[in-house]
């Protein structure tokens, strides 16, 4: 349920959520709200998604606030997307018992599926037997980028396997980028409850990083909230709180203007307007 906001729970943690029809994308995210600032360390929603404050910005916080969050929504036929934090086995069991799948990154708050996941991609590469499923290029703004996309089955050791029995494939994501003439190379993990043989699972990753940048476009441009000079601790959580909170509503609401700069623009100009794009 969500919690009532208190002056502990300002800070402003986030976990957002909509219904949308079978076979949907469900995305659940954290992130640092204003990294230039060291008291701005709340998790930020996603703006595609009504959310609720869940307490200080703590990471044991937002895992209890989720799996809390996942027994109350409608998830069957859904694909849940997550971020490593959220790899937990009672949070991918929650999600089976709905019906649901789920691609979550893995890092090394999970050292031991992050290692075994790791090595088994790495014998393969070292083989040469890698094939890849998706490969895709981009380029701008002076910047390149080919990201490579690999699926595999899942054989984790007897005792992973034991812990992990909703884990049925694991993914590589290998990211090449080059800017001023300089290059870097990064392998993201991911482990999946769907079929390796899953076409699209590059693109629920791709889909999960695009809402997230999404986000933070909005809010610097929009918001300016990477100029906010605002430095006091309560006030930058706060105010964090608040400008995700208008941005769930300017970005679910059909007032008319095209885009969330202008919304904002025609509320502070015309009461009625404003009022509509509130209350509907």
Same mark, same amino acid.
């Given at each position: 349920?969500?919690?009532?906001?208190?002056?502990?729970?300002?800070?402003?943690?986030?976990?957002?959520?909509?219904?949308?029809?079978?076979?949907?994308?469900?995305?659940?995210?954290?992130?640092?709200?204003?990294?230039?600032?060291?008291?701005?360390?709340?998790?930020?929603?996603?703006?595609?998604?009504?959310?609720?404050?869940?307490?200080?910005?703590?990471?044991?916080?937002?895992?209890?606030?989720?799996?809390?969050?996942?027994?109350?929504?409608?998830?069957?036929?859904?694909?849940?997307?997550?971020?490593?934090?959220?790899?937990?086995?009672?949070?991918?069991?929650?999600?089976?018992?709905?019906?649901?799948?789920?691609?979550?990154?893995?890092?090394?708050?999970?050292?031991?599926?992050?290692?075994?996941?790791?090595?088994?991609?790495?014998?393969?590469?070292?083989?040469?037997?890698?094939?890849?499923?998706?490969?895709?290029?981009?380029?701008?703004?002076?910047?390149?980028?080919?990201?490579?996309?690999?699926?595999?089955?899942?054989? $984790?050791?007897?005792?992973?396997? %034991?812990?992990?029995?909703? @884990?049925?494939?694991?993914? #590589? /994501? +290998?990211?090449?980028?080059?800017?001023?003439?300089?290059?870097?190379?990064?392998?993201?993990?991911?482990?999946?409850?769907?079929?390796?043989?899953?076409?699209?699972?590059?693109?629920?990753?791709?889909?999960?990083?695009?809402?997230?940048?999404?986000?933070?476009?909005? $809010?610097?441009?929009?918001?300016? %909230?990477?100029?906010?000079? @605002?430095?006091?601790?309560? #006030? /930058? +959580?706060?105010?964090?709180?608040?400008?995700?909170?208008?941005?769930?509503?300017?970005?679910?609401?059909?007032?008319?203007?095209?885009?969330?700069?202008?919304?904002?623009?025609?509320?502070?100009?015309?009461?009625?307007?404003?009022?509509?794009?509130?209350?509907?």
């Amino acid at each position: 349920k969500p919690t009532k906001p208190t002056q502990d729970t300002h800070a402003g943690g986030f976990v957002g959520f909509v219904a949308h029809p079978k076979g949907r994308i469900q995305k659940i995210d954290g992130a640092v709200a204003n990294p230039e600032t060291p008291a701005a360390n709340a998790p930020a929603i996603d703006p595609d998604r009504w959310c609720w404050p869940h307490g200080p910005a703590m990471n044991t916080a937002e895992i209890e606030t989720v799996k809390d969050m996942l027994d109350i929504l409608e998830l069957k036929g859904a694909v849940v997307t997550l971020d490593a934090l959220h790899c937990q086995r009672e949070t991918l069991e929650k999600i089976s018992e709905k019906k649901a799948h789920v691609v979550v990154q893995v890092k090394n708050n999970q050292p031991k599926l992050y290692q075994a996941v790791q090595s088994q991609f790495q014998s393969l590469f070292d083989a040469q037997k890698e094939k890849i499923v998706v490969e895709h290029k981009e380029s701008g703004h002076g910047r390149q980028e080919e990201r490579y996309v690999f699926q595999l089955k899942a054989k $984790l050791p007897p005792e992973l396997t %034991e812990k992990w029995p909703t @884990i049925r494939s694991i993914i #590589a /994501v +290998e990211r090449h980028r080059s800017a001023n003439g300089k290059g870097t190379v990064d392998t993201s993990y991911y482990v999946s409850s769907l079929s390796p043989k899953h076409k699209l699972l590059g693109h629920y990753i791709r889909q999960h990083w695009r809402i997230e940048n999404s986000q933070h476009y909005i $809010l610097d441009v929009v918001f300016n %909230e990477d100029a906010s000079r @605002i430095a006091m601790e309560d #006030a /930058v +959580e706060n105010m964090a709180l608040f400008r995700r909170f208008v941005l769930n509503i300017v970005k679910q609401s059909n007032c008319g203007a095209r885009s969330q700069r202008n919304k904002l623009k025609r509320a502070g100009w015309n009461d009625d307007y404003r009022a509509q794009l509130f209350f509907g």
